[in-house]
């Protein structure tokens, strides 16, 4: 696995980057949708479009241990045989999982505090890649300023359930208002966390 | 004529439809998979 170390990057941006072959250096697909669990917050894979404007969704998907390097502009693989694993982790957890895009979502905190629609989500990208933040817009909260969007931190755990994305209230404390300086609140607001894990309930 | 008219008419408005049903058919998402409901816990590790 080779990623630039520890590269936050909104998961929006992956989608339509080209999966390319390092044997053949041959662009396969493209990523459709992006796909993480919410059991450990961790980036599953890809669901894939055949390439060009013509090309529809595949069959195949691109489980994360298929992914040989993810960086800003293509996904890697190391064969374009990677894409035939119809048995592979991400199809077993699409069969019985639950799965809904998070985009447009509202996200309240465990107080009952409405705190925005979720414009995107963030990705840690290293060995493991997880999520570990959203952004968020049409906060009244948190965005006074109109079309205004902040990120906010999450824990290790998800809870996505229903038609809402449900947050700790103390993510409050912990909001970014750039991608640059987010990845120091979300240690920060973990430390936190662990430190007072009653919090942590969602 | 008239004839004409309409079929290109038609043929312009199809021709959107399909572009239409194609954009909707290859656009994205972030989608997050309940893995619980599956029993299983983190999908995959980099290699």
């Known amino acids: ?15 339509g980057h080209p999966v390319v072959t390092i044997d053949a250096g041959e662009a396969v697909a493209e990523v459709k949708d992006v796909v993480y669990g919410t059991t450990e917050a961790a980036l599953l894979g890809f669901t894939l479009n055949n390439r060009g404007f013509l090309g529809g969704p595949m069959k195949q998907v691109l489980a994360w241990a298929r992914v040989a390097a993810l960086g800003r502009h293509a996904v890697m693989i190391a064969t374009a045989g990677d894409l ?6 991400l199809v077993e957890d699409f069969k019985g999982a639950r799965r809904r895009n998070v985009i447009s979502s ?17 990705l840690l990208v290293d060995a493991e890649p997880e999520v570990v933040g959203y952004e968020i817009g049409g906060s009244e909260i948190l ?9 906010i931190p999450l824990p290790e755990t998800l809870a996505v359930s229903g038609e809402a994305l449900m947050v700790p209230a103390a993510v409050r ?8 300086g987010f990845g120091a609140s979300v240690e920060r607001f973990r430390d936190h966390l662990r430190r ?6 969602t | 004529m008239e004839i004409a008219i309409a079929v290109a008419v038609i043929l312009v408005l199809l021709l959107v439809l399909a572009v239409v049903v194609q954009r909707k058919r290859r656009s994205g998402g972030v989608i997050a998979a309940d893995t619980r409901a599956s029993g299983r816990g983190r999908g995959g590790k980099g290699r």
């Open chain 1, 173 to 180: 404390d912990f909001v970014s208002d750039d991608l640059a």
């Open chain 1, 143 to 151: 965005t006074p300023r109109k079309g205004g969007h902040v990120f």
């Open chain 1, 196 to 201: 007072s894990p009653t919090e942590q309930n």
């Open chain 1, 106 to 122: 509202e996200v309240i905190t465990d107080a009952g505090e409405r705190l925005g629609e979720v414009t995107d989500v963030v």
């Open chain 1, 1 to 15: 696995m080779t990623t630039t170390p520890s590269l936050l990057l909104r998961a929006t941006e992956l989608i």
């Open chain 1, 84 to 89: 035939d694993e119809r048995d592979d982790v």
